[in-house]
Structure formats: structure tokens, C-alpha cells
């Protein structure tokens, strides 16, 4: 499918397309089939209850001054989160790799207790998955179709390099794809099973762009704590089922970055590079044109320090009559806030279950 197909109208009709872009995605992929609700009892028809359900929201972004420059050291009370205007209680706070701490009513923090230690009252929600947001899941899809043919083993390096410099606290998964998604590597902190995983790829086949990242974002929606999908890709698509903007609708939904590095001049192929920029800016990720292979590793290590500087907070939404899309915004306490820009993802949509 062309990255030109046209956006299905409204989230509802979004979900629906993307679940039948799924089912008949299942046979070339070799994915399970979704659980079928039984009929109700009797056979009778029932009339479905939409309820909008809204769990813990994470929110991932970074801070940088007007050169460019990471500004850290922030806390939580320098900052406020709005949802379509509503102020919201930050739940939980963690800036770059370090354990993540409680928020506390009057804006102070804590150490979040962990499962080791005898709790002497029942944990709360935050505290009971604090230990989740310690690092950063990340999943790496690799092109490997005939586009990435001709810079295939420098591709590679790159990819091993950035993978050997993560964070120790960092879990990393590799996926390969070109017409088919291979999970090369699930998701570790073990650096030389993901390498080993990595160098297993081979290049050759159609390109299934689109279809590969949303079963990747799939797979990071069910991983508690922070996780960003990183694509590597020449850009062309020729072989997917679901258009781009459904699958970066998801990613917006699921609070899930999505940093891309294309292998392609950005003027060459001007509608891949549009939807790289698209899916990046509006995931609260980043998008690099790096055709060289100095250029691919100096755009892991753009990503690498972005992730290492970057603030993650977590809250339980306030009550919001709006079941579309909500607006997300981060507004800097301090005089500075003129000169600071934000980068994040600018809202989601609540999950619709009957």
C-alpha cells in the first residue's frame, strides 16, 4: 500500500481498520488469531455498551534550550501537564536512566518502594510498577529488504554499535523485516544475544514497512514502563496492507516514540520522507536522513543521548468528558520557559472497549 492511502476517518473507524489490516495480516506473518468472544447466551443478540477506558498514561519528553542543548536537573514541580486544558497529579517522575520516584500531593518525591522490600501497607498502582520504568525498552526494526541491498553489512555495524552503547539498565529487542517481520531478538539486556540476533538478518524480498512496525508497536504496547521503537529503513514501501497513518495513530495512542533513520536522501523520495517526519513529530520522536554510514552512527548517538536526557512521568487521567482525541500539553514553571522548547507527543485517544 502507498504511504499516500488516505487516513481512515476518526479513531473508532481507525481501530477497525487496523484490526481487519491485522487479521489479514495473521497468515503471512504467522501471528495467533485473536480470541472470539463467545455468543451470548440463549443467542441472543445484545445491544454493544461503548465504555471509554484510560489507564495510566506515560508521557516521555525532552527540554532543550534555544541551541539545541538537553536542559536537565528539572523537577516535578518546574513543570505542568494539561489534558485538553485540565491540570493533571503526576503520578510518578524519572528523568534520563534513573529509578523513577513518587510524586507526592504537596510536589515532593520519594523512592519508590520496591517489590523486595516487606511492605507494610498494600502498594498503590504507582508504586507497584515503579520498577518498570527503570531503563528504557527499546526495539530496533531493521530494513532488510532488496532497498537496503547495497549498504546491508554497514547498516548492520551501526545498529551493533548503538546496541553495544546502550544504558545498562536498558532492555533491547531486534526485529528484522522485509516482506515477513522476523523477531531477530526479543526484548534483553543481554547486548550479545541481540547482536547475535541481528547478524542472523538477511537481506532480500519486498518491503513491508508499515505492517512490520505496527506488530513491533503491538509487541512494545504490552511492555510495562518506557519503550520507543527505533525504524532503520531506505523508506519504500511496496508490500503492506495498513497505511501510515493508522499505524502512527497507534503509536500516539500507546505513548510509544517512534526515532527514525533513513538510509535515503530526504529530497529523493519526498513521500517516504514526509511520513518519517509525520510519524516522528507527532510520537515525540526524532527522524534522521543519514545516507552515509558516519552519518547512521551519528544519528544512534543522537537517539542514544536522547533517550539518556529525556523526562518520563506518569498520571492517571482526570475526568474528561472528551472520549476523541486529547490534547497534551507541558508547560515549563520558570522564568526560562521562553526560551525552552519541549518535544513530545502532542495527545492521544482514549481506548474504546464494549
Request: one cysteine or more; a positive charge; aromatic letters at 8%.
Amino acid at each position: 500500500m502507498s504511504p499516500s492511502m488516505k487516513n481512515a476517518h476518526g479513531p473508532m473507524t481507525r481501530r477497525m481498520a487496523i484490526c481487519t489490516g491485522l487479521s489479514a495480516m495473521g497468515a503471512a506473518f504467522a501471528q495467533a488469531p485473536a480470541p472470539i468472544s463467545a455468543p451470548a447466551a440463549g443467542g441472543e443478540e445484545e445491544r454493544p455498551t461503548f465504555r471509554v477506558k484510560v489507564d495510566m498514561v506515560v508521557l516521555s519528553f525532552t527540554v532543550t534550550d534555544n541551541k539545541g542543548h538537553y536542559v536537565t536537573g528539572l523537577k516535578p514541580t518546574d513543570f505542568k501537564v494539561t489534558e485538553d486544558g485540565i491540570v493533571q497529579k503526576v503520578s510518578t517522575f524519572g528523568e534520563g536512566n534513573k529509578p523513577p520516584v513518587l510524586v507526592l500531593e504537596d510536589g515532593s518525591t520519594r523512592p519508590i518502594v520496591q517489590a523486595s522490600a516487606a511492605p507494610t501497607k498494600a502498594p498503590d498502582a504507582a508504586e507497584s510498577r515503579g520498577d518498570a520504568f527503570v531503563g528504557t525498552n527499546v526495539f530496533v526494526l531493521f530494513d532488510t529488504s532488496n532497498y537496503m541491498y547495497r549498504g546491508f553489512v554497514y547498516a548492520s555495524d551501526a545498529i551493533a554499535d548503538f546496541v553495544r552503547g546502550l544504558d545498562r539498565a536498558d532492555s533491547v529487542a531486534v526485529y528484522t523485516f522485509s516482506r515477513n517481520l522476523s523477531r531477530a531478538a526479543t526484548l534483553t539486556r543481554d547486548r550479545n544475544q541481540a547482536i547475535m540476533g541481528l547478524r542472523k538478518a538477511v537481506a532480500g524480498d519486498d518491503s513491508a514497512l508499515y505492517n512490520a512496525l505496527l506488530l513491533a508497536l503491538r509487541d512494545a504496547a504490552k511492555v510495562p514502563g518506557r519503550k520507543v521503537v527505533i525504524v532503520f529503513s531506505n523508506g519504500p514501501d511496496n508490500a503492506s496492507m495498513v497505511a501510515p497513518d493508522d499505524v502512527r495513530a497507534v503509536a500516539e495512542d500507546e505513548g510509544i516514540p517512534i526515532y527514525v533513520i533513513s538510509t535515503n536522501d530526504v529530497n529523493r523520495d519526498a513521500i517516504s520522507s514526509n511520513v518519517f517526519k509525520r510519524i516522528s513529530q507527532r510520537t515525540g520522536g526524532q527522524v534522521f536522513f543519514a545516507k552515509t554510514w558516519q552519518k547512521q552512527v551519528e544519528a544512534f548517538e543522537s537517539i542514544r543521548e536522547s533517550l539518556g536526557n529525556s523526562y518520563t512521568v506518569t498520571y492517571y487521567p482526570q475526568p474528561n468528558p472528551n472520549d476523541g482525541f486529547r490534547r497534551i500539553n507541558i508547560e515549563i514553571l520558570s522564568d526560562a520557559a521562553k526560551k525552552l522548547r519541549v518535544r513530545a507527543r502532542p495527545g492521544y485517544r482514549p481506548s474504546r472497549t464494549f
